[in-house]
């Protein structure tokens, strides 16, 4: 033991919890934290690769399933260098600006082994929030599916995060502007679900629909392979919600349980309603809500309660349901995996919701309280600000984006052959299945 | 000789594989197809969209025959693959000019 506390390391540490002036308890690595948050990046990119990847997979005919598995895999590639190159300093660097982070963290510049990020390793702080810029992209393949371009996929996938994700992270958690007007989100109602839901809108409203939408079927071609990915979602989304505490504490606690019944509830709502409607209910109808009661729950998770959770999963659940009904059925907009109806109004209503459960006032629906200076209405308020900014800077960039990558590629759609052949055989000359 | 097609539910085929064995037929081949008569198909629901399916997943079971057997054949099939539903499938029945045996080179009933 003694030679143990006499371990240059550990001496060093306990001189510098003797000296009260020179670094505060924050400055101190804490183990558990860090081990937390070292589980939750492999949990949230396990939720990407393969989970969504599956999920999404499984969505799609036989003919694009290769595709949809390699669209996902490589925006987190090409994510990962961009996060590298200037993303983490965009988002997290220590710019005074309120819009960005500006550019002295390049290239990890000055992160180096001992570099602390609050009381874990600012490698393991990145790369948790690595995992975050990686999903958000590559939610959007699900409005894209089936036509898209491959080099339009991925110019259009690093310009969107490079511009859309990277700012508004830093607007909501990087000391930006948002998160300084009190904005609550938790875990990325704003900046990954609405970013994404809107961005795969825009691109849906842009790209046009597949050919034979609402005509001729377009049916999964596999949904035990949506079920496999839906599961892990589930369970990975433990690492993103309670991750996002950055603590290994109640704080992360409290938001594993709450997202763990908002899943729950909102599988059992489209359950209900398809079972009410139509007679049945369907298994791509419980991950479906699944889904929507998780993306709901996401910007809630750190403030509202277990009996709030239960309400945030059944709203999540019927509105993100008649959403998905009337997008398609009748604006007939072919966001071909529902990304908009299920993400972006599942965070859209999370985000309002998290401003008015998180109130310690509402009895057993009570949240972990507001802000000193927040009363029930001014948080609202900030709340549909931040919905409603976010929304707006969006859609507006995706669109420009979008325009651009049209032009540098040529168009971002295949030929109408192409896709009657299948983007298996036309981007990569791969076929998913030889059976 | 007779090359008897039958059309069935999918379920039904070990049923007649069986009946079909006690006769003492010693192979068949067997496909899976899809395919409608007067069943016509069914609707799936997929997030609130409808699709009608045309075509609905059948057994095909080829089967050649002497032409002393193919009554009993016929007779067997129709009774096993019978639920009394609408689907439950269709039998044709065909001349058979020659058969061969590909590893002996017999020919005709020497070779069912």
């Known amino acids: 033991m003694i030679t143990s506390i006499l371990r240059p390391k550990y001496f060093a540490t306990a001189l510098l919890l003797l000296l009260p002036s020179a670094a505060s308890a924050q400055d101190v690595l804490n183990g558990a934290n860090t081990a937390w948050i070292l589980t939750s990046t492999a949990l949230v990119l396990f939720m990407t690769l393969p989970g969504l990847a599956l999920f999404y997979g499984g969505l799609v005919r036989t003919r694009n399933v290769l595709s949809v598995l ?6 987190a590639i090409v994510v990962s260098i961009l996060w590298l190159v200037v993303g983490y300093s965009i988002a997290f660097g220590p710019s005074e600006s309120a819009y960005w982070g500006g550019l002295s963290k390049m290239m990890f510049n000055g992160v180096v082994v001992d570099s602390l990020s609050n009381d874990i390793p600012e490698t393991v702080f990145a790369s948790f929030q690595m995992t975050f810029a990686i999903i958000t992209p590559a939610l ?6 089936e036509r898209i371009k491959f080099s339009s996929m991925l110019l259009f996938s690093a310009l969107w995060t490079l511009i859309v994700y990277f700012p508004v992270a830093n607007w909501v958690w990087g000391g930006g502007w948002l998160g300084q007007m009190g904005l609550i989100d938790f875990a990325g109602g704003t900046v990954v679900h609405i970013t994404a839901g809107i961005g795969a809108l825009v691109f849906a409203f842009v790209i046009g629909q597949r050919e034979g939408f609402l005509t001729a079927p377009i049916m999964p071609h596999n949904l035990t392979m949506s079920f496999t990915g839906a599961g892990m979602l589930w369970v990975g989304w433990f690492g993103f919600n309670a991750g996002s505490a950055l603590a290994a504490d109640g704080s992360a606690g409290m ?17 209900a309603i398809e079972w009410i409607k139509f007679g049945k209910p369907s298994g791509l109808g419980a991950i479906t809500g699944m889904v929507a009661g998780l993306a709901t729950i996401t910007p809630a998770s750190g403030s509202v309660g277990p ?29 071909s995996l529902d990304v908009f109806p299920v993400h972006g109004v599942g ?89 | 000789m007779k090359l008897i097609t039958a059309i069935i539910k999918p379920f039904k085929a070990d049923d007649v ?30 997030r609130g969209a409808e699709y009608v399916i045309d075509f609905l997943p059948k057994v095909k079971l080829e089967i050649a025959v002497s032409d002393e057997l193919s009554d009993q054949v016929i007779e067997a099939i129709c009774t096993a693959a019978n639920s009394g539903q609408i689907g439950d499938g269709k039998i044709f029945v065909s001349n ?17």
């Open chain 1, 70 to 75: 390699m669209q996902c895999f490589s925006i």
């Open chain 1, 140 to 145: 959007i393949v699900g409005a894209f599916a």
């Open chain 1, 255 to 271: 938001a594993m349980f709450v997202t763990h019944i908002s899943a729950a509830t909102g599988a059992l709502t489209w359950m």
């Open chain 1, 307 to 335: 009996a709030g959770a239960l309400l945030v999963g059944l709203s999540g659940g019927i509105v993100c349901y008649y959403a998905t009904v009337y997008l398609k059925q009748k604006i007939k907009i072919d966001d």
């Open chain 1, 347 to 435: 965070g859209i209503v999370g985000t309002l919701l998290a401003g008015i459960l998180v109130s310690g006032e509402l009895g057993i629906f009570s949240g972990n309280g507001l802000a000193q200076d927040m009363t029930m209405g001014s948080q609202v308020m900030v709340q549909i600000i931040g919905i409603l900014s976010v929304a707006a800077y969006t859609g507006i960039l995706t669109f420009i984006i979008l325009k651009v990558v049209g032009a540098v590629t040529s168009g971002i759609r295949v030929t109408q052959e192409e896709e009657q052949m299948g983007l298996d055989i036309t981007d990569h000359d791969e076929r998913g299945y030889s059976l």
């Open chain 2, 17 to 46: 594989r069986e009946a079909l064995s006690e006769l003492g037929v010693s192979g068949m081949t067997l496909t899976e197809v899809k395919g409608f008569g007067r069943q016509k198909g069914h609707t799936e629901l997929y």
């Open chain 2, 96 to 112: 058979l000019e020659q058969t061969i045996r590909i590893r002996t080179g017999e020919t005709g009933n020497d070779a069912l």
